[in-house]
């Protein structure tokens, strides 16, 4: 009998260590998934504390003033043939001057947060813009950019891309990743904006940001007129379709007191002097 019960006992001891045995080793899975949980909110939390800082590092030196005054160049095609085609002979002297008088060639975020927070990196700045995304921009106007080190902003026609003569998404990729470039909207088929209805104004000018977001990975703020032709409600759905800034054809320095949403440009044309483009600077 004593040892039925110590037989007994035994089992006892056994199935308690049995039970702690299980209990215990459930415990690191949940630790695990908890650790693991945590250290993914750390990740992200640090991505973005790194991001802002970042972005805070960027600006930290630009200086504050109380009216932003920007030339914003307004290009075409790099080529010759008509008014719109500025030769590549002639863009190339125009960047070596801003090259050599030290002007600071602003993105097209960086003009942006210019004029919503009123500051910039130095007194001579300059945004060059070209519009239509021609080809040339590729083979003509890239080459000067890089061997200046100077940035533009190509106005991407996005319902373009099959033609010849324009720029297609591969090409604008490698456009971007060389740092001298980045892309705003031009809208999808480059249409007369003020002569269609407003809903028809909103595609173009939200499926050309759309198109532009997902395909470049970016938060496409501003837009460009074809031909510079609007009217209250392109700027309406301007607002609608998320841009934050609007480029017009209509000619001056453009400045922080303006109409965001109709930004006046600075016309480059074909022909013109050393004189007269540095004319256009001030």
Same mark, same amino acid.
């Given at each position: 009998?004593?040892?039925?019960?110590? %037989?007994?006992?035994?089992?006892?001891?056994?199935?308690?260590?049995?039970?702690?045995? +299980?209990? @215990?080793?459930?415990? /690191?899975?949940?630790?695990?998934?908890?650790?693991?949980?945590?250290?993914?909110? @750390? %990740?992200?939390?640090?991505?973005?504390?790194?991001?802002?800082?970042?972005?805070?590092?960027?600006?930290?030196?630009?200086?504050?003033?109380? !009216?932003?005054?920007? /030339?914003?160049?307004?290009?075409? @095609?790099?080529?010759?043939?008509?008014?719109?085609?500025?030769? =590549?002979? !002639?863009?190339?002297?125009?960047?070596?001057?801003?090259?050599?008088?030290?002007?600071?060639?602003?993105?097209?975020?960086? =003009?942006?947060?210019? *004029?919503?927070?009123?500051?910039? /990196?130095?007194?001579?700045?300059?945004?060059?813009?070209?519009?239509?995304?021609?080809? #040339?921009? $590729?083979?003509?106007?890239?080459?000067?950019?890089?061997?200046?080190? $100077?940035?533009?902003?190509?106005? *991407?026609?996005?319902? *373009?891309?099959?033609?010849?003569?324009?720029?297609?998404?591969?090409?604008?990729?490698?456009?971007?990743?060389?740092?001298?470039? &980045? *892309?705003?909207?031009?809208?999808?088929?480059?249409? #007369?904006?003020? !002569?269609?209805?407003?809903?028809?104004?909103?595609?173009?000018?939200? #499926?050309?940001?759309?198109?532009? &977001?997902?395909?470049?990975?970016?938060?496409?703020?501003?837009?460009?007129?074809?031909? +510079? %032709?609007?009217?209250?409600?392109?700027?309406?759905?301007?607002?609608?379709?998320?841009?934050?800034?609007?480029?017009?054809?209509? !000619?001056?320095?453009?400045?922080?007191?303006?109409?965001?949403?109709?930004?006046?440009?600075? %016309?480059?044309?074909?022909?013109? @002097?050393?004189?007269?483009?540095?004319?256009?600077?001030?």
């Amino acid at each position: 009998m004593f040892k039925n019960h110590q %037989r007994i006992w035994v089992l006892t001891v056994l199935l308690g260590l049995f039970f702690l045995t +299980g209990c @215990s080793s459930t415990k /690191p899975s949940s630790n695990t998934s908890s650790s693991s949980s945590s250290a993914k909110t @750390s %990740r992200k939390a640090t991505s973005s504390s790194s991001s802002s800082t970042k972005k805070a590092s960027h600006y930290a030196n630009w200086h504050h003033v109380a !009216e932003v005054k920007i /030339p914003i160049l307004m290009y075409h @095609s790099i080529s010759s043939g008509n008014s719109l085609r500025v030769p =590549a002979k !002639e863009f190339k002297a125009e960047m070596h001057y801003l090259k050599q008088h030290h002007y600071y060639t602003l993105t097209a975020k960086e =003009a942006v947060y210019a *004029f919503k927070h009123h500051r910039l /990196p130095q007194k001579k700045v300059v945004w060059i813009t070209l519009d239509d995304s021609y080809k #040339d921009n $590729l083979t003509k106007a890239l080459p000067i950019l890089k061997e200046y080190q $100077l940035h533009a902003t190509i106005n *991407f026609i996005t319902g *373009f891309t099959k033609k010849s003569n324009h720029l297609n998404l591969a090409e604008a990729k490698k456009m971007v990743s060389t740092g001298n470039i &980045d *892309f705003q909207s031009h809208t999808v088929r480059h249409l #007369d904006l003020n !002569e269609l209805t407003y809903q028809q104004q909103f595609a173009e000018l939200n #499926d050309s940001k759309k198109w532009l &977001d997902k395909n470049l990975h970016q938060n496409t703020a501003v837009i460009c007129y074809p031909a +510079g %032709r609007a009217n209250k409600q392109t700027i309406k759905a301007a607002k609608a379709a998320g841009y934050s800034y609007a480029l017009s054809t209509s !000619e001056g320095i453009a400045t922080s007191k303006e109409n965001p949403y109709n930004l006046t440009r600075q %016309r480059v044309v074909p022909g013109m @002097s050393l004189q007269g483009f540095a004319s256009l600077l001030k």
